[in-house]
């Protein structure tokens, strides 16, 4: 494993507003996995009016709280320093791939068709487009490739019941229907593919000039291990800071909510800040945005 500096400061986090006509239970997944190319340095979360939450890990190892939600509005604030590497991702494999009877056990359910990932209706598609291409990171990289192109971003364009065949079948979507296609067409070659949930800034990258959200992108084990793909910018990106991972999209919700209720404030961010002039709980302030030009801003 190469050596990763910590050496740039993200802050992410999000400010959700829900109003409920009664007591609602629901399920918050906003805290970042602390993992290899993270430290997590500052954090805060709170639950506004809601009774007293507890967390605990799903079958994913997702960090989840569980609480509910009080009639009237509900405020669900969370925010995070988070330590990152100033290098870009890397799509390296290491080690040969692994033939589908020798994967551990607990990643075959990852090669399975699930309910955004309806890779057994896309297994025609699939070997027709990529069945000539390599197993292992060119047939990834192909099918990668194959939805940056021909699956058209569109902003708000998502609809929370589209699978990957229907995504590929209309050819346009959100972050989360370029994620989707790519892992369905991934595990429809018995590649381990996850769905990932988290936050992006824009470091080293231009700013686009869409709202700052929640961006959903996919891992796929190749050589012993995950390696992170993102089809929709399709290359390789610096600071990503994960949230979830799991199946698909049911996996990744920030917010499940069991009843009634209305998002009446939705706000993330994710951008690079100073550590020595920013702290969680100040108000989100892009004028001390580090990021967002093709440059790397160190502190």
Wanted: glycine content about 8%.
């Amino acid at each position: 494993m190469a050596w990763n500096p910590l050496n740039l400061t993200v802050r992410v986090g999000c400010n959700l507003a829900y109003t409920t006509p009664v007591a609602t239970p629901a399920l918050f997944v906003l805290k970042p996995r602390l993992e290899s190319r993270m430290l997590l340095m500052q954090e805060t979360i709170s639950f506004g009016i809601g009774l007293p939450s507890y967390e605990f890990q799903d079958a994913h190892g997702n960090n989840t709280y569980r609480s509910t939600l009080m009639p009237g509005r509900n405020v669900i604030r969370h925010d995070a320093l988070v330590a990152v590497s100033s290098l870009p991702e890397s799509h390296v494999v290491h080690g040969p791939i692994v033939a589908i009877g020798q994967l551990p056990f607990e990643l075959l359910r990852y090669t399975l068709p699930s309910r955004y990932c309806d890779s057994d209706k896309l297994r025609d598609f699939a070997w027709q487009h990529f069945g000539h291409i390599q197993q292992g990171l060119q047939r990834v990289q192909a099918i990668c490739n194959w939805i940056h192109h021909n699956i058209e971003y569109r902003f708000a364009s998502g609809r929370p019941d589209l699978s990957a065949s229907e995504v590929i079948a209309r050819r346009h979507g959100v972050c989360r229907d370029f994620a989707h296609s790519a892992i369905a067409l991934c595990r429809a070659f018995n590649l381990p593919a996850r769905y990932v949930t988290g936050h992006l800034p824009d470091i080293g990258f231009q700013d686009p000039g869409t709202p700052m959200d929640f961006h959903a992108y996919c891992e796929v084990y190749l050589g012993n291990e995950w390696i992170t793909f993102d089809p929709r910018f399709n290359i390789p990106r610096i600071g990503r800071i994960k949230i979830a991972h799991g199946l698909d999209a049911v996996d990744g919700a920030f917010t499940t909510i069991y009843g009634e209720a209305t998002l009446d404030y939705f706000e993330v961010w994710a951008y690079q800040v100073d550590p020595n002039m920013v702290k969680v709980g100040d108000p989100v302030d892009l004028s001390r945005r580090m990021d967002g030009t093709p440059f790397i801003r160190l502190s």
